[in-house]
């Protein structure tokens, strides 16, 4: 995988504004008030999209008839790579709105990668494997990670008014990343708990 490493993005842009950043944990948990470990956090800095550099690439294997990762976060903007590591060929497709594609029977690595333009939770499958699902997540800021066992994530953020973005793989297929303000001041902010539709019908 070759995605810039997150905090150094972090702070490239924080920084590169001239301001000072402050720690806040969000923290995700379901209707019940139960911790969500796993859970996607992205914050958008001024409520502003922003797309990876040009080249950032990323990668998901197919291994043992898996996805490897099952769940990639990636910037928008960002290529990713199928590399078939298995000796039997796969057909890798989506047709989520955010990204639909279709790499036919294929083993080894696709000559090109597939170009991830478009925030949103795109959904992966095999079309020779039915067992075979995946999920990428696509986000509009190099902000992003993912809960602790704890169902928190500490992001260090400029003051200001941001967007928060959450999602967790729980919630119900089709169901795209939720989003609320986030409010951060020169002391930074208080604990922000963000709850998620996990497990409802």
């Known amino acids: 995988m070759r995605q810039a490493p997150m905090l150094a993005l972090v702070w490239g842009l924080c920084l590169s504004?001239?301001?000072?950043?402050?720690?806040?944990?969000?923290?995700?948990?379901?209707?019940?008030?139960?911790?969500?470990?796993?859970?996607?956090?992205?914050?958008?800095?001024?409520g502003v999209a922003r797309t990876a550099a040009p080249g950032v690439r990323a990668e998901?294997?197919?291994?043992?008839?898996?996805?490897?990762?099952?769940?990639l976060v990636v910037q928008t903007g960002t290529a990713v790579d199928f590399p078939n590591l298995d000796t039997v060929r796969h057909h890798v497709y989506s047709f989520s709105p955010a990204k639909t594609f279709e790499l036919k029977l294929y083993n080894g690595r696709p000559s090109s990668p597939?170009?991830?333009?478009?925030?949103?939770?795109?959904?992966l499958g095999?079309?020779?494997?039915?067992?075979?699902?995946?999920?990428?997540?696509?986000?509009?800021?190099?902000?992003?990670?993912?809960?602790?066992?704890?169902?928190?994530?500490?992001?260090?953020?400029?003051?200001?008014?941001?967007?928060?973005?959450?999602?967790?793989?729980?919630?119900r297929e089709g169901t795209d990343l939720q989003s609320r303000t986030l409010t951060v001041g020169?002391?930074?902010a208080p604990a922000v708990v963000v709850s998620l539709p996990v497990g409802t019908p």
Do not use: Y
Request: hydrophobic fraction near 45%; glycine fraction near 12%.
């Open 17 to 46: 504004g001239g301001a000072q950043a402050a720690s806040v944990a969000v923290q995700v948990r379901d209707p019940a008030g139960k911790a969500l470990a796993g859970a996607v956090v992205a914050v958008e800095v001024g």
């Open 60 to 71: 998901i294997s197919q291994r043992q008839r898996t996805f490897e990762p099952g769940l």
């Open 114 to 123: 597939v170009l991830f333009d478009r925030a949103g939770v795109v959904t």
């Open 126 to 171: 095999c079309n020779i494997h039915d067992q075979m699902i995946g999920t990428v997540v696509v986000v509009d800021t190099p902000l992003f990670g993912r809960t602790d066992a704890g169902g928190q994530l500490v992001l260090d953020l400029p003051a200001g008014t941001h967007r928060l973005r959450t999602w967790h793989p729980q919630m």
């Open 186 to 188: 020169a002391a930074g």
